[in-house]
């Protein structure tokens, strides 16, 4: 750090907190003691109350007429401010092309509670909205929503095509036509005068394979990668790309480095594995939520959404809840004193507490024994049971050369091998799991499967073996919560029963991330509040998918090819089906370990996908076309070590980015294209979970894009761009004839208004149509600027609906659509695993040992199996650094000036008694170090975190979006070194010290998630 830069922080921190506040505040401090003396902000104020505040966009007069502000509408919008992507309102006026203010969209749950049907007219809608009555039915947008706005407009943009034009990250550009940019990238060539580089046109190959000595890797046309950051609204359209006109298996997105290690062990609960469904609690009707690794009003998805409901919930209803988090959230509140409670635990631990209180539960009669009890859906309707799970089942045990699947009927000779067998517990008969009543909890016996002994055991008493290897106080002691809060925390949930829900996320993303969601889920199996009114909610998903739809088929076209092959980063496939186990066997070698980890029932994975093509293994990449995805800032540790080697064009030859920005993963692509932003274009999306509503947010162009307007008329943006390249390559599915409607008519796509409006004629004609927008719906929200484009796009019958879906923001369904009496409406209708036979017949790719197929404790570990304190031992590394997120701050807001204005950095959580120890100060400059790399920062001395951690927000620390000078065409870009301000905590990354031939950073030894929690890590004053 800035010696300067450090000295006048210490002072600002040393003189108790107000320094700090006046430094990180100053500018709009003076401001506001300059407007005090001279009116707002020295500026002359035009009101006396509301000062220089914008006009409302429209009033309410005095006959109950709504009336607009000259030259402004108020369109609906998505939010990109997070990944909740709430829908929004913008204030847009016309006349600049300009959006003025940001709040929420009045129809979508995300953004109000209790919205009004959606056939309710836009004007009665905003009327609503005026005066008193407004606050019934305020929809909001959360501060970083309302904020970032701001970048539309910002100095930071890409909106030109750059090459570079010095080395790989150097940050010299030059501009480039968009003839050159496709030409340059589809037919190759020495395009850096390093020599030469294949064009997308080569690596296009769909015959050859790409390793001939492993055919199962698929064809040479793999070695494109496309990434998105995830699906902000456009993953469809971007995904027939990659896998049907290009051809390539290799797709990825952020889940990997985000929350991945949650959703996997959700999903291995709710007997998922392909999409990784999990829940949320119906915040509305439970009484009592236990957090683990996720903290509401803080962070957290849906963030806005449960944030009102829990405030909302604890003020007006019986809500109580307990947030477990290593730091102070701000889910706590003081305002309702007794109703939250915060119970602090070391990082990288949830797995202990989870554990200790299944052991609690089991040993108290806290188990919901009834609901466990029903091995089948027969047995949960007669039982009037929400769900059913597989406590029941029978799982073999080892030697059996299957052990962990469960016995069925043709193992006894006795029907076939989809029929499941449970014990009948009137008389211990082996009987079908269809059989319509209760079956035994506990079972431990032998069966004989042909002829030779076998021990099964229920899957409730191989969960109960595993919770009990452990006792009471050595789960606290791993975890840091006292016996007696756990015995408490254990009382709560066994008296709130099925009203009891445990809700985690991305705080889970450790050294066992998988393992540690699964014992946290599956708690609530326990309680039996799976698809329960006021339990574990499924959320309702999308109203329709928007690709194939009742009037047009976008992601079926004549040509279309299907990826083949092994996904690079090794998941979703088994080694023991590889040909190099298959070799390995056949030479009589031992075939474990492989070379690096292979990850069998994950989703392809962007922690894995870079290193596995720098190492080339399974196989090398030659292009990475990437949307938005910014992996070097998300990946702990991956600034380090894939950043360099990306520095290396011979890892990875042809490297195209189309973002907005210059992130630090797109500072060093080869070319960049930039993208429209979020206001600017079109996209459909679904609420994550946690809304029981059914729900699709279409969101439109609500201004022109600041991007470059093509000889078509379209703007350059991600779909311009892909659209371009499928045609100049002559891939299937771009140009004339690429869609086909309903009535087998063939339509062109020429511009991403083809595909999107034709999504949302589906999305309006999906089940019951809608009715038809009327022309004061369109003109009060200006979804009257698409209809030209709309008459010339759709069939007659469609456009005014598809004005219908624009007018509103999307589809919704209706508010009391979210439950069926006692029960959610969206129910998932899977045995939910107790013991999940897919994991527990899996066998892990570097250490050869057969996986748990139930929550177990496996302290955090490196790929090879060994501990992470094997190698990083607590006398040298006495803390563990943990990362948590900001109500206010996102990994990309940092540019919004309004939100540095009120959180300009992010200070160092330390608890006071190490901060003692190190001979730390409050305010005091520290440095962190972890055996990955060290950063420096500001202390926070507080008594708000758990003794041994230090605490990191993220979103801080960047090294681009502004906070880097760049040249192009030999002129520098604006920079502002406050977008640098603060830490990154990725940069503490670790190296996996056992992954010695294919490297990389430390991933969950199972689900293959990076891992932020629990690095170990020193600290000192400097
Ligand atoms: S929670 Fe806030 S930042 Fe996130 S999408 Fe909603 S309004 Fe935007």
């Known amino acids: ?162 090459k570079r034009a010095g080395k790989r990250g150097e940050g010299k550009w030059q501009t480039i036509s968009f003839e050159q940019l496709l030409q340059d ?52 359209f971007l995904k027939r790309f990659a896998f049907n006109s290009f051809g390539t298996r290799n797709f990825g997105h952020h889940g990997g480095y985000c929350g991945f290690g949650f959703r996997a062990g959700a999903g291995a609960v709710f007997n998922d594995l392909k999409k990784f469904a999990h829940g949320k609690p119906d915040w509305e009707h439970t009484d009592f939520v236990l957090c683990i690794g996720t903290s509401p009003a803080q962070a957290g998805n849906p963030f806005k959404r449960q944030g009102r409901q829990l405030a909302a919930g604890r003020s007006d209803g019986g809500l109580d809840y307990v947030v477990v988090a290593p730091t102070l959230p701000n889910s706590i509140s003081r305002l309702n004193d007794g109703r939250g409670r915060w119970v602090p635990i070391k990082p990288a631990t949830d797995d202990a507490l989870a554990l200790a209180l299944i052991r609690w539960l089991m040993e108290n009669d806290g188990i919901n024994a009834d609901y466990l009890a029903q091995p089948g859906p027969e047995a949960q309707a007669k039982a009037g049971q929400p769900s059913y799970s597989n406590a029941t089942h029978l799982v073999l045990q080892a030697p059996h050369p299957e052990a962990g699947r469960f016995l069925t009927a043709a193992d006894l000779n006795q029907g076939d091998a989809d029929t499941l067998l449970v014990v009948d517990p009137q008389n211990g008969e082996l009987v079908a799991q269809s059989h319509g009543r209760a079956a035994a909890l506990w079972v431990n016996r032998e069966v004989r499967v042909n002829n030779q002994p076998v021990r099964v055991k229920s899957a409730l008493q191989c969960l109960r073996e595993s919770a009990f290897a452990h006792s009471l106080d050595d789960y606290s002691a791993r975890c840091g919560v006292p016996v007696n809060i756990i015995e408490g925390l254990g009382r709560e949930l066994k008296r709130h029963g099925p009203n009891a829900v445990i809700d985690a996320h991305g705080g889970m993303m450790s050294g066992n991330a998988f393992y540690t969601a699964m014992a946290v889920m599956t708690l609530n199996t326990l309680l039996g509040n799976v698809n329960a009114k006021g ?56 075939p474990y370990p492989s070379r690096a980890p292979w990850f069998s029932f994950s989703s392809p994975l962007l922690t894995e996908h870079l290193a596995a093509a720098f190492a080339g293994y399974p196989y090398r990449l030659k292009a990475w076309i990437s949307h938005m995805t910014n992996p070097l800032y998300g990946i702990s540790g991956a600034q380090a070590f894939l950043g360099e080697k990306l520095k290396d064009p011979k890892n990875l030859p042809l490297f195209i980015a189309v973002d907005g920005f210059i992130n630090e993963t797109t500072a060093l692509a080869d070319y960049i294209v930039p993208d429209t932003l979020t206001y600017e274009s079109y996209g459909f999306t679904k609420p994550w979970s946690g809304v029981p509503q059914a729900t699709t947010t279409a969101r439109w162009p ?26 100049t390559m002559g891939l299937p599915g771009y140009g004339d004839n690429a869609i086909r409607d309903h009535q087998g008519r063939l339509h062109g796509l020429h511009t991403g208004a083809d595909f999107y409006l034709r999504a949302a004629a589906n999305l309006a ?88 197929g139930c929550a177990a404790l496996y302290e955090p570990r490196f790929a090879d199996g060994s501990p992470m304190r094997a190698h990083y031992p607590e006398q040298e590394w006495p803390l563990l650094v943990t990362s948590y997120k900001s109500h206010l701050m996102s990994s990309s807001s940092i540019g919004a000036e309004r939100l540095r204005m009120i959180h300009p950095e992010n200070p160092v959580s330390i608890h006071r008694k190490d901060a003692e120890r190190a001979g730390i100060q ?45 040249m192009i065409n030999g002129k520098p870009t604006p920079t502002n070194p406050r977008l640098g301000a603060g830490v990154n905590q990725n940069e503490l990354g670790l190296m996996d010290p056992t992954r010695q031939d294919v490297a990389n950073v430390w991933l969950d030894w199972t689900s293959g998630a990076a891992v932020r929690q629990g690095l170990p890590a020193k600290i000192e004053a400097v």
């Open 702 to 727: 609500v201004v022109t894009p600041a991007t470059p307007r093509l000889a078509n008329g379209d703007y350059l943006g991600l779909e311009a761009f892909i659209i371009n390249l499928g045609k």
């Open 922 to 966: 409050h305010g005091q400059a520290v440095r962190i170090t972890t055996p990955g790399g060290s950063v420096e920062g500001i202390a926070l001395v507080r008594d708000g975190i758990v003794e041994g951690a230090v605490a990191i927000e993220h979103g801080y620390g960047h090294t681009e979006l502004g906070a880097r000078e760049h």
């Open 765 to 852: 004609f999906a089940g019951t149509p809608v009715p038809d927008a009327s022309a004061d719906d369109l003109v009060l929200t200006n979804a009257a600027r698409l209809m030209p484009l709309i008459d010339n796009t759709l069939a007659p019958d469609e456009r005014r609906k598809a004005g219908f879906v624009f007018s509103r923001g999307g589809r919704f369904a209706p508010f009391e659509s979210g439950w069926q009496g006692e029960l959610m409406n969206k129910r998932t209708k899977e045995s939910l695993c107790i013991w999940n036979p897919t994991i527990g017949t899996s066998i892990h790719s570097m250490t050869g040992e057969r996986l748990s």
């Open 535 to 590: 339990g574990l909610a499924l959320g309702a998903g999308g109203v329709a998918a928007v690709e194939n739809g009742p009037r047009y088929h976008l992601a079926e076209f004549d040509g279309m090819v299907a990826p083949k092959g092994l996904f690079l980063s090794r998941n979703r496939f088994a080694y023991e089906n590889s040909s190099e186990y298959q070799r390995k066997v056949a030479a009589g070698d031992a």
């Open 1 to 162: 750090m800035d010696k300067k830069r450090r000295a006048l922080l210490q002072a600002g921190m040393i003189a108790g907190g107000t320094g700090a506040f006046a430094l990180g505040y100053a500018t709009p401090v003076s401001k506001a003691v300059n407007g005090i003396l001279n009116g707002t902000s020295g500026v002359p104020a035009n009101d006396r109350i509301a000062g220089n505040a914008l006009a409302p966009e429209f009033m309410v007069d005095a006959a109950g007429t709504l009336v607009m502000a000259e030259n402004q509408v108020v369109s609906p919008v998505q939010c990109f401010g997070c990944w909740t992507q709430c829908g929004l309102r913008a204030r847009v006026d016309t006349a600049s092309n300009r959006v003025l203010r940001i709040a929420g969209n009045p129809y979508h749950p995300l953004s109000n509670l209790k919205p009004p049907a959606q056939e309710t007219p836009v004007r009665e809608v905003y009327t609503g909205l005026a005066g008193e009555a407004g606050l019934d039915q305020r929809s909001t947008a959360c501060a970083r929503g309302a904020a970032l706005a701001e970048q539309l407009q910002s100095p930071y943009r890409v909106t030109q095509i750059l």
């Open 185 to 236: 990238i589809t037919e190759g060539g020495d395009l850096f005068g390093e020599g030469h580089v294949d064009g997308l046109n080569a690596i296009r190959d769909l015959d050859t394979p790409v390793d001939t000595g492993n055919p199962e890797f698929g064809p040479k046309a793999n070695q494109l990668l496309v990434t998105n950051a995830g699906d902000e609204g456009r993953d469809s």
